[in-house]
């Protein structure tokens, strides 16, 4: 069932990609339309401008942009659920919840996928890939949160409530991803013992090295709107420079990428409804940074016309 849904997700995503050359919405008409539905549920933020003029009734729709925040806190909290009942099974031999299990098996069963000649699941590797997923989760949710109230400087834009009831739900949806691989074994308390694979520490390692060029690209942005001091200055939008903005508009959208691919690496690149969850993540991203990019060379007419929008060099 997840399977099918990130499928579904990912199809939906690919669609808006291709629709947004050919849907734009008509300016300066107040009227409900097709395209200038689509517009309002795809933009966010900076880009909501390129909706046109938006019905009233339509913007009683809107949410504050910066309650981004209440993503990043629902995917602390259950995602942190999800962590400590992987430990206590994986570590202490207590199962999770039957109820939790049963909905586990409901949603999907653990992968079977083949992995060196061996079932991967049977040496542990399996299931300490999916910990170290959960944990990677964990930890990116928790470093999110602290962007968003420590660093970021939100300006006046909004966001469809579609969008932010989305956004909360997102994240169980990862989680309960995460945990649908783990096999029955492990979830009834009945686990081997957890062995380090090849995929494991390579994982990690991009795992790091991809959140850290995230963290950076979001100092720059907000820094943008502040002064050597750190106090906040302006809410204007200004080009940005430094790090992976030298080479395309929106490379926080790419970090993220890098950071759902880490994962699948972690769970040895063998997982296919991990690499669908990544490829929902490669659209979804896509859609946002095209928006973006559009956004940059339409509001500046200076803006560095050597960059790209998402993936360096290449789109």
């Known amino acids: 069932m997840l399977a099918r849904l990130w499928l579904g997700l990912a199809g939906a995503f690919l669609a808006a990609l291709l629709a947004l050359p050919r849907l734009q919405p008509p300016p300066g008409s107040p009227a409900l339309s097709l395209a200038g539905l689509f517009h ?4 966010y933020g900076k880009t909501k401008g390129g909706c046109g003029q938006r019905p009233a009734w339509l913007r009683r729709c809107d949410v504050p942009k910066r309650w981004f925040y209440h993503f990043y806190v629902v995917a602390v909290i259950w995602n942190g659920i999800l962590l400590l009942w992987l430990t206590q099974s994986l570590f202490f031999s207590w199962p999770f919840p039957v109820w939790f299990q049963d909905l586990l098996g409901i949603l999907g069963e653990a ?3 083949w992995n060196g000649g061996t079932y991967f699941s049977e040496n542990g590797g399996e299931s300490l890939s999916a910990f170290l997923v959960c944990l990677f989760v964990w930890l990116n949710s928790c ?6 109230l420590r660093i970021s400087v ?5 966001i469809h409530v579609i969008q932010y009831c989305f956004g909360l739900s997102y994240y169980v949806l990862v989680g309960l991803t995460v945990l649908s691989q783990v096999p029955p074994g492990v979830r009834e308390g009945r686990g081997g013992r957890p062995t380090i694979c090849w995929c494991h520490v390579f994982g990690l390692m991009m795992f790091i090295w991809a959140s ?5 690209c979001h100092v720059i942005l907000a820094n943008l709107r502040k002064n050597k001091s750190g106090e906040v200055v302006n809410l204007d939008h200004r080009i940005p420079f430094g790090d992976w903005f030298e080479m395309v508009s929106c490379p926080h959208y790419f970090a993220e990428l890098l950071i759902y691919i880490s994962m699948a690496i972690t769970f040895g690149l063998n997982n296919l409804t991990w690499w669908l969850v990544v490829i929902y993540v490669l659209f979804n991203q896509a859609v946002s940074a095209v928006l973006c990019h559009e956004f940059y060379l339409s509001y500046f007419k200076h803006y560095p016309k050597h960059r790209k929008a998402y993936i360096p060099f290449l789109f």
């Open 143 to 148: 470093r999110r949160l602290w962007e968003c």
């Open 40 to 43: 309002d549920l795809l933009r």
């Open 111 to 113: 992968s079977q996928d």
């Open 154 to 158: 939100f300006s006046r834009g909004v």
């Open 212 to 216: 850290v060029h995230q963290q950076r």
